[in-house]
């Protein structure tokens, strides 16, 4: 026998790993398909809704008003209904879930096919139930398929900036179908899809276990565990700001630029094209650089900065003089939102563990609220004192957000 194999002393050095990068976002989207697929899927309903709001009103003897005012039945349903399954989200296997809520889509679509009062508001009932289940599910077992914090929040940030693409994408893909067989048929085609996607989900999660074990963390327990988390409570709570304080102004958006620059319909198709593309390359690329080994700045004061730049923007763009100089801040607050976003949902992911399926639906569900304060907020402020009223009050919303993320320790 060979002396250096008898001798450990002189044995071949062991080199100690290097840490596991994070893979590139295509081998990860080729890998996470299913639930960047049901992602997208989730927003096709509201988004014929939106497109087809004055037929889908002449078809049920209603007006705009009435009828898009339905849409605030979605925001209540996903905030109870968020809150209340969050602990049950852990539970269950997430493929199992997601089942659960891309049935329950495509029986809303079904729904909403009929086309009259009633089946509009159960439309946008279960619409808002559905996603409040279907996003933190899919978000969550999307970060579950990689076993270090970085690709696992990565993951997730996947699964909303593929979010945010469709959100912007879904109307020009919808028209050319919707010539030929109308919103109805569009409401079909979605009802169809999404109880495709639902077998296949429960066939993928037959025999999976559940990410929690019921026997370790009672129902209530779990929203003290998540109370234990990090930072927790401050992220969930700048999560519901920032959706405030972006949505509200989304919700102003054509007013705005239509009464200050006397922009068309037409012409501000481009505006809204602008801010959502500027959203999704934001949270593209700030999801990304979050997950990279080095970084020359973390998540937690990305979020700050973020914020910062998002509290400067929405006060300059209600004062900006010029169309072009307007133009640059409206790409600059769906850039700066959507890193605040990414940053969000990286560091609940990454801190929560087990629990990150529980904390990406009560985060669903804190902005779902927010989407509803924020316009609602933003109208009494742009009653009481006109445009500059609404940059107080965005801006305000926005600054509480900093100072929450102040307690966002690394």
């Known amino acids: 026998m060979s002396t250096h194999s008898q001798n450990p002393a002189i044995s071949t050095p062991v080199v100690a790993p290097r840490p596991a990068e994070v893979p590139g976002d295509l081998w990860m989207a080729r890998r996470l398909w299913p639930f960047l697929l049901a992602s997208a899927v989730s927003l096709i309903p509201f988004t014929v809704f939106g497109m087809y709001l004055v037929p889908i009103a002449a078809a049920a003897d209603g007006n705009v008003a009435e009828i898009g005012g339905l849409r605030g039945l979605g925001g209540l349903a996903a905030l109870i209904v968020g809150f209340s399954l969050a602990p049950l989200i852990d539970r269950m296997a997430r493929e199992l879930v997601a089942a659960g809520g891309l049935a329950l889509l495509g029986l809303s679509a079904a729904l909403g096919a009929i086309g009259n009062v009633f089946a509009l508001a159960a439309f946008c009932l279960l619409i808002g139930a559905s996603t409040s289940i279907l996003a933190p599910s899919i978000g969550a077992a999307a970060a579950d398929r990689f076993k270090t914090p ?15 693409a469709m959100a912007m994408l879904a109307a020009p893909v919808l028209a050319v179908p919707g010539l030929l067989w109308g919103w109805r048929g569009n409401l079909l085609a979605a009802s169809a899809i999404s109880l495709a ?78 801010s959502g593309a500027s959203f999704f390359v934001g949270n593209l690329l700030a999801g990304r650089y979050i997950a990279l080994e080095r970084q020359w700045i973390g998540p937690e004061k990305m979020l700050l900065v973020a914020l910062a730049v998002a509290l400067t923007s929405v006060v300059a763009f209600y004062f900006s003089p010029t169309l072009p100089l307007t133009l640059l801040l409206t790409a600059l607050m769906g850039a700066s939102h959507a890193t605040v976003a990414a940053c969000v949902t990286t560091l609940l992911v ?46 305000s919303i926005t600054l509480i957000a900093v100072i929450f993320a102040l307690r966002v320790r690394a």
Do not use: C, H
Request: hydrophobic residues 50%; aromatic residues 12%.
């Open 150 to 164: 970085a690709a696992a929040g990565r993951a997730a940030t996947l699964v909303s900036a593929t979010t945010s």
């Open 197 to 274: 996607l639902s077998a296949a989900f429960f066939w993928r999660g037959r025999g999976r276990k559940a990410p929690l074990r019921t026997e370790r963390v009672s129902y209530l327990a779990t929203y003290r565990e998540l109370a234990r988390i990090p930072g927790a409570l401050p992220l969930l709570v700048v999560a519901m700001l920032r959706t405030a304080a972006f949505m509200g102004y989304l919700a102003y958006l054509a007013a705005f630029y239509d009464q200050t620059f006397d922009l068309a319909p037409g012409w501000f198709a481009l505006v809204w094209s602008l």
């Open 350 to 395: 990454r801190r929560s563990g087990d629990l990150r399926g529980s904390a990406l639906s009560v985060n669903a569900a804190g902005m779902s609220l927010g989407t509803f304060l924020g316009a609602a907020l933003g109208g009494l402020g742009l009653g009481l004192g006109g445009y500059p009223g609404t940059a107080l009050t965005f801006a």
